[in-house]
């Protein structure tokens, strides 16, 4: 069974970077044909996609987070990391780490973190 | 980007109700739709993809259907753990988006 854990400060001043990373058990990260990703959540709101990594180290973003976003992984760790930069208090929320799963047919969110709140305050 | 609308954005309703919850898409996306559950505090749960397959796991009373632009998922008769709120979201095409979410109260 797959599992994730978010990990990372709960506070961010703004216009500093937030950094989060995603430890995952039950699957290496960069076989299987995966995406391993981030969505994020403000309190209250919907569900925006941020991005994600493919298991050859390839990414893809949210084009409303592009120029902020870089998503990594540590193979050696079996984790992989989320930073944006520039942050506001637009930028709080809760943070999940997802695995994309579906295969080469579709995409779903399989499996998720329990996600951890990110507060963006000086 | 795909804008998902769902509607409504939230109902009330009662144990054994048959719920119904709609979602739009700004363009076709085939069935490329899924569909989640949250509860309070937890991460979304996958209940159906490509807009009506249901997860492994998840009870029969969840049904989906659609395709195109317009799907529908359906609670046949609802139960006290499916109080949450609902997602709708198109894997058609990056960035994925999700519907804006409709909550089923008591």
């Known amino acids: 069974q797959v599992q994730l854990q978010e990990s990372g400060p709960g506070q961010v001043k703004p216009s500093q970077t937030l950094s989060l990373t995603c430890t995952v058990s039950?699957?290496?990260?960069?076989?299987?044909?995966?995406?391993w990703g981030w969505i994020r959540q403000p309190a209250g709101k919907g569900l925006e996609w941020i991005g994600r990594?493919?298991?050859?180290?390839?990414?893809n973003y949210n084009p409303s987070l592009k120029s902020r976003v870089t998503i990594s992984m540590d193979t050696s760790k079996n984790n992989f990391s989320l930073r944006l930069s520039s942050v506001t208090a637009a930028d709080t929320a809760m943070y999940y780490c997802?695995?994309?799963?579906?295969?080469?047919?579709?995409?779903?969110?399989?499996?998720w973190g329990p996600g951890t709140v990110v507060t963006v305050s000086s | 980007d795909i804008q998902m609308t769902q509607s409504p954005s939230s109902l009330s309703a009662s144990v054994g109700d048959r719920v119904t919850i709609t979602c739009r898409a700004s363009?076709?996306?085939?069935?490329?739709l899924n569909w989640y559950q949250q509860k309070p505090g937890r991460a979304p749960k996958l209940l159906i993809y490509?807009?009506?397959i249901l997860q492994s796991g998840v009870p029969s009373r969840f049904s989906g259907s659609g395709s195109g632009t317009d799907f529908t998922l359906i609670i046949s008769s609802l139960q006290p753990e499916d109080f949450a709120s609902y997602y709708c979201?198109?894997?058609?095409?990056?960035?994925?988006?999700f519907g804006q979410g409709t909550k089923v109260e008591i």
């Open positions: 997802t695995k994309e799963g579906g295969g080469s047919l579709t995409t779903i969110f399989d499996f």
């Open positions: 039950g699957a290496p990260i960069n076989s299987g044909g995966h995406y």
């Open positions: 990594i493919y298991t050859s180290g390839g990414t």
């Open positions: 363009q076709s996306i085939n069935t490329h």
């Open positions: 490509f807009a009506s």
């Open positions: 979201q198109q894997s058609y095409s990056t960035p994925w988006t």
